[in-house]
């Protein structure tokens, strides 16, 4: 599994609180000593170090973990596949030994048979461990006993992640319609509602196909396609509806140290750059190597809940580079944040933005990352990056110094 930019240092105790959490959510009611067993999972490398649940069958289970290392590094993939197979020829108890049992009365509603209603296919389930973080949510794979992947399943479990579960489910029908060109997306099988929770059932994308190096241009073709859905517009920045939107999202954030920063940041931008013209249109708004795979047959890009439309144009682009840098290459984020600022006429020029207009559009990409993290409370869940005072916003500060004062038509 490729890297999370927001994945703590933490250890393993959290992840097997969160399994228990989990296991009684999507699992309830009482517990039975014996009988009734209506769910078993091998745990994944095990129960001190939980990663990731699989279903028992051997060719489910194989499916589970091949799917678990797509996409990643050569080695994740090389590691994965061997152990996949190792399951596959049901020699995985060897070494696996952990179990996760759930035991239930006879006809209890669990998640499990929930899905195999809606969807009409008699599914097993996978389910990830992710690291603590505030949208840390359920995902579901979902194979048959044969070991094919019917679809990924994701689940709210609170108000933050079913607002998330809620708009990629919108997302995904804007995008449906749109009839994108230059790239796939997950298509929707199922929306509904389980238990008072949301869940969301998406189409599996072919991301087992051999990969292939993304072309020259045609990730920016790609983002600029989806800039389109929803229409671009070009308006000032201090009379656009996103000006007025990023605000509110500060106002509405816990009054801290870093919120006031934020505030101040954005009042600076106010005062020089109100005026000034910019593209706006559609933004993934999480569009990371992680997030998509080129292939022989297309362009797939998943992981579509932060989908806006109406926002600067170049967000994808900017948060593409950052994230590559900071958790891939390792470098330091504070100062990659800067550099993305520096970089941006190079950055944000293959999507039509101007080099004049794309120090700004870099700027206001950091100043609205910083507003995601604190109206999220990302630094709650202790994630490492999860502060936005510790790099986005001192990096924010220190390019307001630079940014040319009065409208960008007065600056030529």
Do not use: C
């Amino acid at each position: 599994m490729a890297p999370d930019f927001d994945a703590p240092r933490t250890g393993s105790g959290d992840r097997a609180a969160y399994l228990d959490q989990m296991s009684e959510l999507l699992w309830p009611g009482p517990r039975l000593g014996a009988g009734g067993v209506t769910a078993e999972f091998r745990i994944l490398p095990g129960s001190a170090r939980p990663r990731l649940l699989v279903p028992p069958g051997r060719r489910a289970a194989a499916a589970a973990v091949r799917r678990y290392g797509e996409p990643g590094s050569r080695k994740t993939l090389l590691a994965t596949r061997g152990l996949a197979l190792l399951l596959r020829a049901g020699l995985g108890g060897a070494v696996l030994r952990d179990r996760l049992r759930i035991r239930l009365p006879a006809g209890t509603q669990t998640i499990e048979t929930y899905l195999r209603h809606e969807l009409g296919v008699d599914v097993r389930v996978s389910m990830h461990l992710g690291a603590p973080r505030a949208n840390r949510k359920p995902v579901l794979q979902l194979v048959t006993p044969e070991g094919v992947t019917v679809g990924f399943a994701k689940i709210g479990v609170n108000a933050l992640t079913s607002e998330l579960v809620r708009a990629e489910h919108a997302a995904l029908a804007q995008l449906g319609e749109a009839r994108l060109t230059g790239l796939s997306v997950p298509g929707v099988l199922h929306f509904g509602l389980w238990a008072g929770l949301d869940v969301l059932v998406q189409s599996p994308l072919p991301v087992w196909e051999r990969r292939t190096p993304l072309a020259a241009g045609r990730l920016a073709t790609a983002m600029t396609e989806v800039t389109g859905v929803g229409g671009r517009s070009r308006q000032s920045l201090g009379g656009s509806g996103y000006w007025r939107q990023l605000g509110a999202r500060v106002n509405a954030a816990d009054d801290t140290a870093a919120r006031s920063d934020l505030a101040a940041a954005l009042r600076r931008v106010e005062a020089g750059s109100a005026g000034d013209v910019l593209s706006f249109g559609g933004s993934h708004g999480d569009w990371t190597p992680w997030n998509m795979a080129s292939a022989r047959s297309g362009l797939y890009v998943w992981d579509w809940e932060r989908f806006r439309t109406g926002v600067p144009v170049g967000f994808d682009a900017t948060h593409y580079w950052l994230q590559e840098q900071v958790v891939v290459r390792r470098a330091d984020p504070r100062a990659a944040a800067a550099e993305s600022v520096d970089r941006a006429a190079a950055l944000l020029g293959p999507l039509g933005v101007t080099a004049g207009e794309a120090r700004l559009t870099g700027l206001l990409y950091l100043a609205d990352l910083a507003a995601r993290y604190l109206t999220d409370r990302q630094a709650e869940g202790e994630l490492g990056l999860g502060d936005p005072g510790r790099w986005l916003i001192p990096a924010l500060t220190a390019g307001l110094s630079q940014l040319p004062v009065g409208p960008l038509q007065e600056r030529h």
